[in-house]
């Protein structure tokens, strides 16, 4: 490529970002139709991507025709209404155009004088969040990667003004030599919050494990046992959402004993807070909004595209005095938002603005319509497959997760493998009480009752295959 050729915006440059726009809406068009499992493992096409480093440069445009002809054969449908693995969102298109623009201006979101149309639309996402959620309007929020990077700057924010409160400054001291932190988590907590335990210096073999119940829910007598025995501050992490089964800490007991106990209380509800924007859900989120500190995602129950979530702190101090990391050239700290205030991360993408642009696009009437359909659908598919002998589905249907079991672990995995390479839905495995199982998340935006009609004809067809 000669130098004299490079102008900031060439027409090669033109011709590759706008193939990428084409691409971007033929790839979306053709998802419902196309199969929801790459067509092929890494290693059959790796030799595509792993050359040699090349000494000369191409085209961007031949760049982009390459990336698009070798990369969509192995794109996992991920974005597909027929994609019902973990707990993934379908990445809704408004955001991805959103995202489209996010790159294009190029912004550094760090703070609201480098960038001040990301700071306010941010700063918007924010509070509307903190609305449709149900929680305190003025607690802090740094807008993350997702739920794991929210859940452990929850936890350091939790640690720190637990060693402030016996006398510690962990900013100036560090950990060694600090005052005990007793650490309390649900045996059937996702692992996120645990590697923020360990993240955050707090030590996961030290933390006590709370017994559950049959759903996973966290037993009021095994936290107050904990709570009786301790002799330090705890931080207790609780769950709305529980992986396999949907299921939902109880809030409104827990809270106030560990509040008692002069502790702190997180909560990991990835996908399970935004039950808050369905009235008709809100009973299993009662006393939620009492807690310290939340993690949320956005790329989960909003549909915004990968990657983005939401750590929130009641006291909003807490959040920057732990997350805060400025230098002489940026701005003083004070009553302003300053979006790095907030966050482990100092430069960044604006990757809050794809969910303004869903907010803005569904309204929170869109968003309760959303949740509720999922929630519909999930209670159809248990009933439906609950009829046929052989699979019991292994919990209660209280929110879009469905825990499915067949005679035998063998054919659970059988069944599952068998749905999956044919491609046309795709569920997930898990392991729940033991047992192995299938599990359904019901959470793209476009899933109708069509492809729980199909995933339940592949589920039966293949269970009785095998
Ligand atoms: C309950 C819960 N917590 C945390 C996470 C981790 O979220 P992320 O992958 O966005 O970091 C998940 C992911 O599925 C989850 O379901």
Redesign the pocket.
């Known amino acids: 490529m000669e130098r004299s050729k490079k102008v900031p915006l060439s027409e090669d440059d033109c011709s590759a970002m706008l193939a990428a726009a084409r691409e971007a809406v033929t790839y979306r068009a053709d998802l419902k139709s196309s199969s929801v499992k790459p067509e092929l493992r890494p290693a059959d096409f790796a030799s595509n991507f792993s050359t040699s480093l090349p000494d000369k440069g191409v085209s961007a445009s031949s760049v982009i025709e390459d990336l698009i002809e070798v990369a969509s054969k192995g794109l996992q449908g991920h974005a597909s209404p027929r994609f019902f693995g ?2 993934c969102g379908g990445s809704m298109p408004v955001g991805a155009a959103a995202d489209f623009l996010v790159t294009a201006w190029g912004q550094n979101a760090a703070s609201s004088w480098e960038s001040p149309s990301a700071a306010v639309i941010e700063q918007t996402v924010c509070q509307w969040c903190l609305e449709l959620l149900g929680l305190p309007l003025d607690s802090g929020v740094g807008i993350v ?7 452990t700057q929850g936890i350091i924010a939790a640690r720190d003004t637990l060693l402030k409160r016996q006398g510690w400054d962990v900013f100036e001291n560090g950990l060694f030599g600090a005052p005990d932190i007793t650490v309390m988590i649900g045996e059937d907590a ?4 645990m590697a923020g335990i360990r993240y955050a210096g707090l030590g996961l073999g030290s933390a006590k494990r709370l017994a559950t119940d049959e759903q996973g829910r966290i037993l009021i007598e095994a936290l107050r046992a904990e709570l009786e025995a301790c002799k330090n501050p705890p931080l207790v992490i609780l ?1 709305a ?3 396999n089964t949907g299921a939902f800490d109880p809030f409104a007991e827990a809270i106030p004993i560990i509040h008692d106990a002069g502790g702190w209380v997180h909560v ?5 807070l935004w039950a808050h924007a369905v009235p008709s859900l809100r009973d299993r989120l009662a006393g939620v909004d009492s807690a310290d500190s939340w ?1 949320v ?1 956005l ?2 129950w909003l549909n915004a595209p990968y ?1 983005a ?1 939401l750590c929130i702190v009641r006291d909003r101090n807490a959040l920057v005095s732990a997350m805060s990391a400025r230098g002489a050239y940026l701005p003083e700290l004070g009553e302003t938002w300053e979006p790095s205030d907030s966050t482990l991360e100092l430069s960044r993408r604006a990757r809050g603005v794809p969910s303004y642009a869903i907010i803005r696009h569904l309204g929170a009437d869109g968003i309760r319509e959303m949740i509720t359909h999922h929630c519909v659908l999930a209670t159809y598919l248990a009933d439906r497959l609950s009829n046929e002998p052989g699979i019991e589905i292994m919990n209660d249907v209280v929110l879009n997760q469905v825990a499915i079991a067949c005679e035998t672990d063998e054919k659970t995995n059988r069944v599952l493998e068998r749905v999956q390479q044919k491609g046309r839905v795709y569920p997930s495995h898990g392991v729940w009480k033991g047992r192995q199982i299938i599990r359904v998340s019901v959470i793209n935006h476009a899933t109708d009752q069509g492809d729980i009609d199909l995933l339940v004809d592949e589920i039966l067809d293949a269970n009785r295959r095998e």
Do not use: E, L, M
């Open positions: 973990y707990v990667s997702g739920a794991t990077v929210a859940n996702h692992s996120a919050p769950q959402g529980q992986i990991d509800g990835a996908f399970g993690a995602d790329h989960k990657d979530g």
